[in-house]
């Protein structure tokens, strides 16, 4: 299912709520969907591209130890990205009212011991974390861009 980005930015700022982004395998394709439309900016807080293990636990606080043991495709992985992000990008007005994260194995080879297309997708948003694992054919580009669809799809049926 294909997220019309504009009718979710408008969406989004008519209910109030803020975006932050932390992203891995899609290097920056979600920041890039949701600031596409006009009016992204009442909406999209900002982005960190957190490709290098290392940058989500310095920057978006992910457990070290759990780095350490599971590596950076994981669905915990994920979803303390999603919480992380949300402080990560905090303004004076505080933290953003839903963080988006992802983390997976774009291919073409395995990492970690997760196959390509193994895909952790999680949304912060109040209490509540989401993470959804999706298992995903293709190229490096069909894996990243199928990753862009379930962000935006899942972000589309967060309660508003």
């Known amino acids: 299912m294909t997220v019309d980005a504009a009718e979710l930015i408008s969406s989004l700022a008519d ?3 803020t975006v932050a982004i932390a992203e891995s395998l ?3 394709a979600v920041s890039a969907a949701l600031i596409a439309p006009a009016g992204a900016s009442a909406v999209v807080r900002g982005a960190v591209v957190a490709y290098d293990t290392e940058l989500k636990a310095s920057l978006l606080g992910v457990d070290r130890d ?9 669905p915990e992985v994920a979803r303390q990205m999603a919480i992380g992000v949300r402080v990560a990008l905090a303004t004076s007005g505080g933290a953003a009212t839903i963080g988006i994260a ?3 194995v774009a291919g073409p080879a395995s990492q970690g011991g997760r ?6 997708v999680a949304i912060s ?4 974390v989401e993470v959804r694992e999706a298992n995903l054919a293709g190229d490096r580009s069909a894996v990243r861009a199928a990753t862009v669809d379930l962000a935006l799809e899942m972000l589309g049926n967060i309660p508003r």
């Open 15 to 17: 209910a109030g709520q």
């Open 26 to 28: 899609t290097g920056g």
């Open 66 to 74: 759990l780095l350490d043991s599971e590596g950076p495709v994981h």
């Open 102 to 104: 992802t983390t997976g």
């Open 115 to 120: 196959e390509p297309g193994t895909v952790f």
């Open 125 to 128: 948003h109040g209490d509540a």
